[in-house]
């Protein structure tokens, strides 16, 4: 069974702009959670969708959102980035739903400059 | 302040040293404590943990929760250099979901 990808796996933009991450989790999830990964913070939580609805969310500003499609793929979007939205995004799949049992993808290595 | 704190922030050991990790906790409404094993980039699943006293096994790894003292301990015995990794400790809150993560403890196992 292929495991969770993430697109891009390296992305640089500057401050102001906006990104869109994505993520296709391991067939039949239908969970999908997203988390910034930083030195400085550790791993932190924003969100999780389930069956297209955000059913969790961590202590992210508004500039974090994201999306779920019937295919259970989600994407994560950010605006207005900032210098500390540098980081590592990764996003967990999971059959039962957050927090039970969930699988990560290699991530996505973002650069804000 | 709800937080989770691990140690020891690292460790280096020989192979088939024993090791204990510990994770301890304060979150408000406690749900379940989770351990992941991230080496590169993503990290692992490996034990979920609701129960008080009910030690989880896998193989070389088990974990065991005291919910009264709050904490959690990952025991990993006859260490494998393959065990070189960062391990994570996270907690579950009921109260929003909220979802807590420690600063995990780097392990490093040498030939």
């Known amino acids: 069974k292929a495991g969770v990808t993430q697109t891009p796996r390296y992305l640089i933009k500057t401050r102001g702009q906006q990104v869109t991450l994505s993520c296709s989790p391991i067939?039949?999830?239908?969970?999908v959670s997203w988390y910034q990964q930083t030195p400085g913070q550790g791993l932190q939580f924003l969100f999780e969708y389930f069956s297209e609805t955000q059913r969790n969310k961590g202590n992210f500003p508004g500039r974090f959102s994201g999306r779920q499609f019937s295919n259970s793929r989600s994407e994560m979007n950010v605006s207005t980035l900032e210098l500390g939205d540098s980081a590592l995004y990764l996003c967990a799949s999971s059959l039962e739903g957050f927090p039970y049992e969930q699988y990560f993808g290699p991530g996505t290595r973002l650069t804000v400059t | 302040e709800d937080k989770v704190v691990q140690s020891p922030l690292s460790l280096v050991v020989h192979e088939g040293d024993t090791v204990t990790l510990n994770c301890s906790y304060e979150v408000t409404n406690f749900r379940s404590l989770l351990w992941y094993k991230q080496e590169k980039k993503a990290p692992t699943f490996l034990f979920m943990l609701?129960?008080?006293?009910i030690e989880k096994k896998s193989g070389r790894l088990s974990s065991i929760l005291d919910k009264k003292e709050l904490f959690s301990i990952l025991n990993i015995t006859a260490t494998q250099t393959g065990d070189s990794a960062i391990y994570l400790c996270a907690v579950i809150s009921n109260t929003g979901n909220q979802f807590y993560f420690g600063t995990g403890t780097s392990l490093t196992v040498i030939p």
């Open positions: 609701t129960s008080s006293g």
């Open positions: 067939s039949g999830h239908r969970s």
